[in-house]
């Protein structure tokens, strides 16, 4: 890119605004988590750990945790191994539809979520899942499927298909050249795949409002609470979830910068 | 230890025959090379035998059996690829094992046969390094190992020296002979290099649109081409009219070149003498200026032609072979 030193400085006037519009609110929930006031206020008056000891204390939170994270290890797991067999299938095969089948698995990306909510909605009435635990698990996995084909996608299409075909030449069947050659190749690439599944899972409010029925995830929690009334508990909830998912993207950058798959997977 | 038959063999991508209908028949032991430009169906050809393809039509036999059904895991092939493909979070050993465990054969028996393999191959000592820790040549070594290793029926090489430097090429080249014959498996290597294919093999095969031109032994390929098309593909071809309008090559080293009116010949003017080490290269044009420029080559000894210097060019009848 070609551009003057001022055009280049304005450039980065606005990007750091933008930067700093979008990350303020976020930094300012962690310190009012650890306020010792009754009501939201910033700054703090002084420094305490009452929201932690009651969102830790109360039951009704530690249930929806429990299910939150029941649903994203179970649906991130399925959607790791379906998205990863149709991220394989769609890169490696070729086969009439192939562009039709990627756009139908990625559509729940793409598509408004509003309308994928509505859809499973009618779609989980319809077999019986709505309200069900069962539902919300399919309903999150449908959802992750395209996170994981993305990721695997293109680790997929960066592995040499030929390493692939010599496995097969020297005997080794279909399931053995995925498990002992494929695998441990791109298992940087699958962990940074599971981790977008399992926190694109236990973010997820949407659509669980929409299905879940009496069950409650985290988000979906936080969301009725502040309905109703603005409860400081939700900061300390919302501080957790905030450290949750700076320390997966951490863990998915430092895996994949080791794997020197970083700058592919994140393009 | 196999032979490799092919019968009517045809594989279409919509209208196009990347292989139209090959018949090729490699005998026990033989080396044969798979020679064409790219886009001349050698590799769709190669993918066949290896079985990661079919065919539209025609059946393949390797050591008699029919595996044009076979999948790839049934045909006992080993396979060699330009790009190397070794499994890179092994180490060479864990390389050259992999088909023996996947044989079931484990243990201190396997660690011989792979050692032993590796020893073929001029690569003991680096049994524990990573692919990544090997510079392309001895890369290519490890495949070769690993390929041989389990005692295939035949073997399969895909431009495997491609991606080396030319000395390396060189030296890779004698060794691969050597190797093939001391083993004495079938072996079918593919190659866009005429000078390997000359070099290495028993037998050539010229492809161009996925049909065959001409099956012949690299002696006879270049100095009785079947085609215009085998003439320059390889070598350099000099055409020359012949009586009733039909066309002969004439290869370089056969044309000669002296003083202008002491042995006859034509009259042509040196356009460009490119020095090659042994040998030089003389572009000419011969007077008159009708047709195409002839090119001759001469051992580099004594006195070389000058650009712009008038010759006498000749070549003997029995050195002109028709092409069309």
């Given at each position: 890119?070609?551009?003057?030193?001022?055009?280049?400085?304005?450039?980065?006037?606005i990007?750091?605004?933008?930067?700093?519009?979008?990350?303020?609110?976020?930094?300012?929930?962690?310190?009012?988590s650890?306020?010792?006031?009754?009501?939201?206020?910033?700054?703090?008056?002084?420094?305490?750990?009452?929201w932690y000891?009651?969102?830790f204390?109360d039951?009704?939170?530690m249930?929806?945790?429990?299910?939150?994270?029941?649903?994203?290890?179970?649906?991130?797991?399925?959607?790791?191994?379906?998205?990863?067999?149709a991220?394989?299938?769609?890169?490696?095969?070729?086969?009439?539809?192939?562009?039709?089948?990627?756009?139908?698995?990625?559509?729940?990306?793409?598509?408004?979520?509003?309308?994928?909510?509505?859809?499973?909605y009618?779609?989980?009435?319809?077999?019986?899942l709505?309200?069900?635990?069962?539902?919300?698990?399919v309903?999150?996995?449908?959802?992750?499927?395209?996170?994981?084909?993305?990721?695997?996608?293109?680790?997929?299409?960066?592995?040499?298909?030929?390493?692939?075909?010599?496995?097969?030449?020297?005997?080794?069947?279909?399931?053995?050249?995925?498990?002992?050659?494929?695998?441990p190749?791109?298992?940087?690439?699958?962990?940074?795949?599971w981790?977008?599944?399992?926190?694109?899972?236990?973010?997820?409010?949407?659509v669980?409002?929409f299905i879940?029925?009496?069950?409650?995830?985290?988000?979906?929690?936080?969301?009725?609470?502040l309905?109703?009334?603005?409860?400081?508990?939700?900061?300390?909830?919302?501080t957790?979830?905030?450290?949750?998912?700076?320390?997966?993207l951490?863990?998915?950058?430092?895996?994949?910068?080791?794997?020197?798959?970083?700058?592919?997977?994140?393009? | 230890m196999?032979?490799i038959?092919?019968?009517?063999?045809?594989?279409?991508?919509?209208?196009?025959?990347a292989?139209?209908?090959?018949?090729?028949a490699?005998?026990?032991?033989?080396?044969?090379?798979?020679?064409?430009?790219?886009?001349?169906?050698?590799?769709?050809?190669?993918?066949?035998?290896?079985g990661?393809?079919?065919?539209?039509a025609?059946?393949?036999?390797?050591g008699?059996?029919?595996?044009?059904?076979?999948?790839?895991?049934?045909?006992?092939?080993?396979?060699?690829?330009?790009?190397?493909?070794?499994?890179?979070?092994?180490?060479?050993?864990?390389?050259?094992?992999?088909?023996?465990?996947?044989?079931k054969?484990?243990?201190?028996?396997?660690?011989?046969?792979?050692?032993?393999?590796?020893?073929?191959?001029?690569l003991?000592g680096?049994?524990?390094?990573?692919?990544?820790?090997?510079?392309?040549?001895?890369?290519?070594?490890?495949?070769?190992?690993?390929?041989?290793?389990?005692?295939?029926d035949?073997?399969?090489?895909d431009?495997?020296l491609g991606?080396?430097d030319?000395?390396?090429?060189?030296d890779?080249?004698?060794?691969?002979?050597?190797?093939?014959?001391?083993l004495?498996?079938?072996?079918?290597?593919?190659?866009?290099?005429?000078?390997?294919?000359l070099?290495?093999s028993?037998?050539?095969?010229?492809?161009?649109?996925g049909?065959?031109?001409?099956?012949a032994?690299?002696?006879?390929?270049?100095?009785?081409?079947?085609?215009?098309?085998?003439?320059?593909?390889?070598?350099?071809?000099?055409?020359?009219?012949?009586d009733?309008?039909?066309?002969?090559?004439?290869?370089?080293e056969?044309?000669?070149?002296?003083?202008?009116?002491?042995?006859?010949?034509?009259?042509?003017?040196?356009?460009?003498?490119?020095?090659l080490?042994?040998?030089?290269?003389?572009?000419l044009?011969?007077?008159?200026?009708?047709?195409?420029?002839?090119?001759?080559?001469?051992?580099?000894?004594?006195?070389?032609?000058?650009?712009?210097?008038?010759?006498?060019?000749?070549?003997?009848?029995?050195?002109?072979?028709?092409?069309?």
């Open positions: 890119m070609t551009s003057s030193p001022w055009t280049r400085r304005l450039l980065a006037v990007g750091i605004f933008g930067l700093v519009f979008l990350t303020v609110p976020i930094l300012i929930v962690i310190p009012m650890f306020s010792s006031a009754k009501a939201l206020t910033f700054p703090p008056p002084g420094f305490s750990l009452r000891e009651a969102f204390g039951p009704r939170w249930e929806a945790m429990a299910t939150s994270a029941g649903v994203a290890v179970v649906s991130s797991l399925l959607a790791l191994v379906l998205g990863g067999l991220a394989y299938g769609l890169r490696r095969g070729s086969f009439a539809g192939r562009d039709w089948a990627e756009g139908n698995f990625m559509a729940p990306l793409i598509v408004p979520t509003i309308i994928v909510a509505i859809a499973l009618l779609g989980l009435a319809k077999i019986g709505l309200g069900s635990l069962l539902g919300l698990v309903a999150h996995t449908i959802l992750n499927v395209p996170l994981v084909m993305m990721v695997m996608g293109v680790a997929i299409r960066e592995f040499d298909p030929r390493i692939e075909q010599v496995a097969w030449s020297l005997g080794a069947s279909w399931r053995t050249t995925v498990w002992k050659v494929m695998l190749n791109l298992a940087p690439s699958v962990f940074a795949a981790i977008f599944a399992f926190i694109g899972s236990f973010d997820e409010v949407i669980t409002s879940a029925g009496k069950y409650e995830t985290v988000p979906k929690k936080m969301f009725n609470e309905v109703l009334e603005v409860n400081p508990i939700i900061t300390a909830v919302a957790l979830l905030i450290g949750l998912t700076v320390l997966a951490a863990a998915i950058t430092i895996v994949l910068a080791r794997a020197g798959k970083l700058k592919q997977t994140l393009a | 196999s032979d038959r092919l019968e009517g063999v045809t594989r279409r991508y919509g209208t196009v025959a292989a139209d209908n090959v018949d090729l490699v005998a026990q032991g033989e080396f044969v090379t798979i020679l064409g430009p790219s886009g001349s169906g050698k590799t769709t050809l190669l993918s066949l035998i290896a990661l393809n079919r065919p539209t025609g059946r393949i036999f390797i008699g059996r029919d595996v044009t059904e076979a999948t790839a895991q049934e045909r006992n092939i080993g396979l060699v690829f330009q790009s190397y493909a070794l499994f890179p979070h092994m180490t060479v050993l864990e390389n050259v094992l992999f088909p023996l465990g996947v044989r054969i484990t243990g201190a028996p396997a660690r011989a046969r792979a050692l032993e393999a590796l020893k073929l191959v001029r003991e680096l049994q524990d390094r990573r692919p990544s820790q090997l510079s392309g040549g001895q890369q290519q070594r490890v495949a070769l190992a690993r390929a041989i290793v389990f005692k295939p035949i073997l399969l090489l431009e495997p991606a080396l030319r000395k390396l090429r060189e890779l080249q004698v060794e691969l002979k050597q190797l093939q014959r001391t004495g498996v079938t072996t079918l290597l593919v190659t866009h290099d005429q000078e390997e294919a070099s290495l028993d037998r050539i095969m010229v492809l161009n649109h049909k065959t031109q001409q099956v032994a690299p002696t006879e390929a270049y100095l009785r081409p079947a085609n215009r098309f085998v003439a320059e593909f390889l070598g350099i071809a000099n055409f020359v009219g012949l009733g309008g039909r066309t002969g090559v004439v290869r370089p056969r044309v000669r070149l002296g003083p202008v009116g002491v042995d006859g010949g034509r009259s042509a003017r040196v356009v460009e003498a490119v020095y080490g042994q040998m030089v290269r003389y572009h044009a011969l007077e008159g200026g009708e047709g195409a420029p002839i090119v001759a080559a001469a051992p580099f000894v004594g006195k070389a032609w000058q650009a712009g210097e008038p010759v006498a060019v000749s070549w003997d009848a029995a050195d002109i072979w028709p092409v069309a």
